[in-house]
């Protein structure tokens, strides 16, 4: 077998947390590749709300089992708190979940480190969850880091200490708070969480899964547009949120890759700085705010909102390899009279259908076609083939302008608020 990818293919916040669970009756493995507590996956069933920030969202299924990868950065206390949180709702998270042992382990010195380096920045600032992310992979690249798999060495205490000790220095240069002793405790206590979880090689594991004919999927955290390497840099995050990094983030080779499924919002949202082409910052974005709840899972920061981006979708759609679309939150555009869709930009003044390099310094002004909205509320449709005809252009639109088709389309935020339009997913 091959392993499958569901991914965002915008800035995060697509609703993957929702399709990964309406999916995982599918699949025999739901496996994290990358990102850590910055996410925030929502998922909703039987009246009942629930954001995940690092266990994988098919935890709530008892037929599947749920694989933290090595691409992962954890925090125990975080980490403790959610299972914790799923143990009350009856979940048998020990049964259902494993974690790498090579996945890196983020220390309360990495979340202070993360808070004096936004502080540093000023209006600069990449506007982080602040959860300590970027400092535990540069601590992972810089060869520094401590991995799950270190928590059964005796010295265990002695490494944590010499990293601490590091951190304590480039705190010191910050002039920031030094001392982390306040959040030991509850670390120490994650850390007694995670020893008694299976911890194992996740990369034999896979690949011996699918070698045996198992089914499994990749779940990505944030978006390809804040992926490290082709995101909108420096205002991304610090890990590849592309398909690339579920090979890396699982140690499943590129040819055992198999859909790829690309999961975008019917517009564009934001939280956090940077670039944003299509913004809206009226009342259209208000309203799309408000509709759509956009406010932020992890830290409750309003999202900023706007018009969908055909340029910037296309671009994800290319580094990723998506093989089918999953259009979430077409609910939200009901009653808009006219929806636009940005086509192409003009940078510095010159037309392009292609992501910009400098997307961060050059003028962008984006191309827009308009296309007729619908009334309707989709919010009861249970069939794809009784979406208004509004919508059903607006879908055609998008699928000839990325040459992919759109397979699901979701529209609320519950399970079975989901419209499956292929019949591979019926
Ligand atoms: P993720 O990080 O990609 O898993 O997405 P988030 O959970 O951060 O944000 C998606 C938000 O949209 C959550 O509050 C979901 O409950 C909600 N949501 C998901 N799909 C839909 C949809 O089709 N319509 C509406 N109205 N809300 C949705
Ligand atoms: P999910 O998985 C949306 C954004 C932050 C900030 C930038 C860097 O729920 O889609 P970091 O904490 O990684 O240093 O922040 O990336 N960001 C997200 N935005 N959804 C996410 O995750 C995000 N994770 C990080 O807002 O702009
Ligand atoms: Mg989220």
């Not at 995940?52 to 098919?58: E, K, M, Q, V």
């Not at 594991?205 to 995101?231: C, R």
């Not at 310094?361 to 989709?378: F, R, S």
Request: a negative charge.
């Amino acid at each position: 077998m091959k392993a499958d990818v569901l991914l965002g293919l915008q800035w995060g916040d697509e609703g993957k947390g929702k399709i990964v669970d309406v999916l995982t009756p599918k699949y025999d493995y739901i496996a994290r590749f990358q990102g850590g507590p910055n996410a925030g996956h929502t998922l909703e069933f039987n009246g009942i709300k629930h954001v995940l920030h690092t266990i994988p969202s098919g935890i709530f299924h008892d037929t599947t089992t749920n694989i933290i990868g090595n691409g992962v950065v954890i925090d125990p206390v975080i980490l403790k708190r959610e299972i914790d949180a799923l143990v009350k709702m009856g979940v048998d998270v020990k049964k259902r979940l494993l974690i790498s042992r090579r996945a890196h382990l983020i220390l309360p010195t990495h979340s202070l480190l993360d808070k004096a380096s936004e502080a540093a920045k000023g209006k600069e600032k990449i506007g982080s969850t602040l959860k300590g992310i970027g400092p535990t992979y540069m601590d992972k690249t810089g060869r520094n880091g401590l991995r799950v798999g270190d928590i059964e060495s005796p010295d265990f205490k002695e490494k944590y200490n010499k990293l601490v000790a590091k951190h304590r220095e480039l705190l010191r240069f910050h002039d920031a708070d030094t001392d982390p002793s306040a959040l030991e405790g509850a670390w120490f206590e994650g850390i007694e969480t995670i020893k008694s979880l299976t911890r194992i090689d996740t990369e034999h594991f896979v690949n011996e899964a699918l070698s045996s004919g198992k089914s499994v999927l990749a779940e990505g955290a944030q978006g390809s547009l804040l992926d490290i390497d082709f995101g909108t840099y420096p205002f991304v995050t610090s890990s590849n949120t592309m398909t690339a990094g579920a090979c890396t983030g699982l140690g499943v080779a590129p040819r055992h890759i198999g859909n790829v499924l690309g999961i975008f919002k019917a517009y564009c949202t934001r939280v956090g700085s940077g670039p944003f082409p299509t913004e809206l910052e009226d009342e259209t974005g208000q309203r799309l705010r408000d509709v759509g709840r956009e406010y932020g899972s992890t830290t409750g920061r309003p999202r900023r909102c706007g018009w969908l981006d055909i340029p910037a979708l296309n671009y994800a759609i290319m580094i990723n390899g998506v093989t089918e679309l999953i259009m979430m939150k077409a609910d939200v555009l009901s009653g808009l009279d006219t929806i636009r869709v940005c086509t192409a930009y003009k940078v510095n003044g010159v037309e392009t259908k292609n992501f910009p390099y400098d997307i961060c310094t050059a003028e962008i002004e984006p191309v827009y076609t308009d296309l007729p909205g619908w009334t309707e509320d989709l919010t009861g449709v249970t069939h794809a083939e009784d979406m208004p005809g509004a919508l059903m252009e607006y879908i055609s639109f998008i699928e000839k302008a990325t040459g992919v088709p759109v397979s699901v389309v979701s529209v609320g935020p519950d399970r079975t608020q989901t419209l499956l339009r292929s019949a591979a997913w019926a």
